[in-house]
């Protein structure tokens, strides 16, 4: 009885070292996400990994997609009202079999992204009528969508758009109106 006690007293603290020394050499790279091991060559996939000798970082690189839905009004070139409703979808820019991975998409790369496409949309807007923007908004979104890949911000965008004239209580287009103030 007093052997085993020993061996245990023992072999405890071993298994106990042994499992921190395990857990300290696996990297774990989480789902939508990719690794690359800085000062060493590899891009880690999605999972646990065996960090084998000496020290390493990892930088992690979420490649999940993005998304910014908006509503956002704009005026016609009739001076109609219309609503824009715009579904903008980004992920990183990777290049395949590259030896490094793209950096995250920021906030401030997604609001560079959403500048751009509203003020497509607004220029858009301001040189057509608004019956023509809604009957022509498949061509619009197309050319939004190869106006915004120009952004930039090193990023693969999807893009949705769906235009509607506005109207008001009485059922007639809403115009802008512009009230000017007298001194």
Do not use: C, K, N
Request: net charge neutral; glycine share 8%.
């Amino acid at each position: 009885m007093g052997l085993l006690l020993g061996a245990a007293i023992l072999v405890l603290p071993v298994l106990l070292v042994s499992a921190a020394l395990v857990r300290a050499s696996l990297l774990r790279v989480p789902e939508g996400h990719r690794g690359e091991l800085l000062g060493r060559p590899g891009v880690l996939e999605p999972g646990w990994s065996w960090r084998w000798f000496g020290r390493w970082r990892l930088r992690l690189v979420d490649l999940r997609p993005r998304e910014i839905v908006s509503r956002d009004p704009l005026i016609a070139a009739d001076d109609l009202m219309t609503t824009a409703r715009l579904r903008l979808v980004a992920r990183p820019y990777e290049i395949p079999g590259a030896p490094t991975l793209p950096y995250s998409l920021s906030d401030e790369d997604l609001a560079v992204l959403y500048g751009v496409a509203i003020a497509y949309l607004r220029h858009a807007a301001s040189e057509t009528p608004a019956q023509q923007l809604v009957a022509e908004q498949r061509s619009l979104g197309a050319r939004l969508e190869s106006f915004v890949g120009g952004a930039p911000v090193s990023a693969v965008t999807t893009v949705e758009l769906a235009l509607e004239v506005g109207y008001d209580s009485d059922h007639l287009p809403r115009r802008r109106t512009t009230v000017l103030e007298t001194a």
